[in-house]
Nanobody, 126 residues
Framework: QVQLVESGGGLVQPGGSLRLSCAASGFTLDYHGIGWFRQAPGKEREGVSCISSSDGSTYYLDSVKGRFTISRDNAKNTVYLQMNSLKPEDTAVYYC???????????????????WGQGTQVTVSS
């Protein structure tokens, strides 16, 4: 059974940090582009970051550049999103997503992804 399970969300004060994890089962991450997306109440889902499987290229939403870092551990079949200097506007449900197999590139367009996790809530508030 193919499954993506996110974890690591929670409540954090502005300026704090969280590390999100996305554990994949039934997939081999080497063969997929991987993205992190988020959706705040009343807003559209937006791409936050992605990492390609071909050369490890990474891409970030402008508003998170320098604060968020995406990484992958193929041995653990897990993807991470390290989030530092968090702001209230980062509050959202965060999702990880995979492209179809052998689509090694990535982008921040949600229609490029075919497999999604259930999401994890991140709330940044004092």
């Amino acid at each position: 059974q193919v499954q993506l399970v996110e974890s690591g969300g929670g409540l954090v004060q502005p300026g704090g940090s969280l590390r999100l994890s996305c554990a994949a089962s039934g997939f081999t991450l080497d063969y997929h582009g991987i993205g992190w997306f988020r959706q705040a109440p009343g807003k559209e889902r937006e791409g936050v970051s992605c990492i390609s499987s071909s050369d490890g290229s990474t891409y970030y939403l402008d508003s998170v550049k320098g604060r968020f870092t995406i990484s992958r551990d193929n041995a653990k079949n897990t993807v991470y999103l390290q989030m530092n200097s968090l702001k209230p506007e980062d509050t959202a449900v965060y999702y990880c997503a995979l492209t179809l197999p052998y689509v090694s590139s990535c982008d921040l367009i949600f229609t490029s992804y075919d497999y999604w996790g259930q999401g994890t809530q991140v709330t940044v508030s004092s």
